[in-house]
């Protein structure tokens, strides 16, 4: 008796491998039956980390002086009158698959800030800790039990907020890389555990735990942690869930489709799980910081691979009838100076800068939004990154004024301020 009041109960839930499902629990919600909804809508978020130049991928202005415009070319794409960067010509040819939207503007040009501000759509504020869109997206559209609703490739973007986390991703903990194997952090069961042994080992852990909950006044968050690692089992057991995360199931044209870099394999598994009915995949292409040498950076890799990926990931969600019911933001969080410094670089710039969006309701083919013939800022009023996010989420199908509750004693207004950027969706 007095040996089993020494142990906790959260001592034990660590014992052995066991472990690695409960990491993983961590950052999953038991979907409900009730709250199960089965209404095939996705979301992938690209993000483009470091804030990539707008004058020299999607906003070019090749009549500017020549310490504006840089050392690119604009190309024509298959839209009339849409013009992008001479390195992205799969993406030209993909003009009528997204929509370009310019003169994005906003004043937090601090990587931390401006990155929480794009992936919430409300200015940061010591009061509310605002969640990002994947954890909204997995609120609202649960996937099924034995699959997570929201995975973040490698790392988080941003948190779960006020939402609380079991709402927040489950990180896959490092990239794919080709020719190497790719495990994932609470998926990937380590050497001989088998799962009829992890099976087995589940067996014991709950056996204790009924044996202990006698000696242990069980709290809500402990009870929680258990709905956790509940679906965390049956995602670890799923091979469903274990397919989906497996590249070497994938045909090698694929594989070179997408392109053998990381971002390529990333985008090929974005799509493969968006395929297996996982809600939010946010995934990372970053190096875009360009204080320097900004233009080589670009040419030689950055530019050329989001060329590839991306333009694969249109091409196999279009083949699979999946586009449509897939939304598809592509965003850094902030644009770069609209002159080249003496480091051949670009340095941050908040007042412009460009996004892409596909997929779902968008109106693809288009430009909204303009910038001055620098570059500097947007001409009008321009658009904010609140805007951005609550056409985001109506595009989507969630409701930008939609109330949560918060711990902050009343009801948080999904997107405080945006509106919808008009035109953008049909």
């Not at 209404?39 to 804030?51: K, M, N, P, T, W």
């Not at 670009?298 to 091409?315: C, E, F, H, I, K």
């Not at 779902?360 to 904010?384: C, H, S, W, Y």
């Not at 409701?399 to 953008?424: M, Q």
Request: aromatic letters at 8%; charged letters at 25%.
């Amino acid at each position: 008796m007095e040996t089993k009041k020494m142990i906790s109960r959260r001592e034990l839930l660590r014992v052995g491998s066991l472990g690695a499902s409960l990491t993983l629990g961590n950052y999953l919600r038991c979907a409900s039956a009730a709250g199960q909804n089965d209404s095939g809508r996705s979301a992938i978020l690209v993000f483009l980390g470091g804030g990539p130049s707008h004058q020299d991928t999607f906003d070019m202005k090749p009549q500017a002086p020549v310490e504006y415009r840089g050392q690119f070319q604009p190309i024509r794409t298959t839209v009339s009158g849409m013009e992008i960067c001479e390195h992205l010509p799969k993406l030209a040819h993909r003009a009528d698959k997204y929509a370009i939207i310019r003169g994005i503007s906003h004043s937090l040009a601090d990587h931390g800030l401006g990155t929480r501000y794009l992936m919430t759509g409300n200015l940061p504020t010591p009061v509310v800790d605002y969640p990002m869109y994947g954890s909204v997206v997995s609120k609202e559209f649960p996937a099924a039990i034995d699959l997570p609703s929201f995975v973040s490739i490698e790392r988080p973007v941003e948190g779960p907020g006020y939402l609380g986390a079991e709402y927040g991703p489950l990180s896959t903990g490092e990239k794919p890389r080709f020719g190497q194997p790719f495990r994932v952090r609470g998926i990937t069961l380590d050497g001989s555990l088998t799962v009829e042994k992890y099976r087995s080992r589940r067996k014991l852990v709950q056996e204790l735990d009924t044996a202990f909950a006698e000696f242990e006044n069980l709290d809500e968050s402990v009870r929680s942690l258990d709905r956790f690692s509940e679906q965390a089992f049956q995602i670890i057991s799923s091979p469903r869930a274990r397919s989906a995360f497996d590249l070497g199931l994938e045909k090698d044209s694929e594989v070179e489709r997408f392109g053998r870099h990381e971002f390529g394999q990333s985008m090929l598994l974005t799509t493969r799980l968006i395929e297996a009915g996982v809600r939010f995949v946010t995934v990372l292409l970053e190096g875009w910081d360009t204080h320097q040498d900004n233009f080589n950076q670009l040419g030689r890799t950055l530019l050329p691979n989001l060329d590839q990926s991306l333009s694969a990931l249109l091409d196999r969600l279009g083949e699979q009838g999946r586009l449509d019911s897939t939304a598809i933001l592509v965003t850094g969080e902030f644009g770069r100076t609209p002159k080249v410094n003496n480091n051949a670089g670009r340095d941050h710039w908040a007042r412009a800068m460009c996004s892409l969006m596909a997929g779902a309701n968008t109106r693809t083919g288009q430009v909204i939004g303009a910038t001055d013939d620098k570059a500097e800022g947007p001409l009008g009023d321009g658009f904010t990154p609140d805007d951005l996010a609550a056409t985001f989420f109506q595009n989507i199908g969630i409701d930008p004024k939609a109330e949560y509750s918060a711990n902050v004693g009343r009801p948080i207004t999904l997107i405080r301020n945006g509106t919808p950027i008009e035109g953008l969706l049909s």
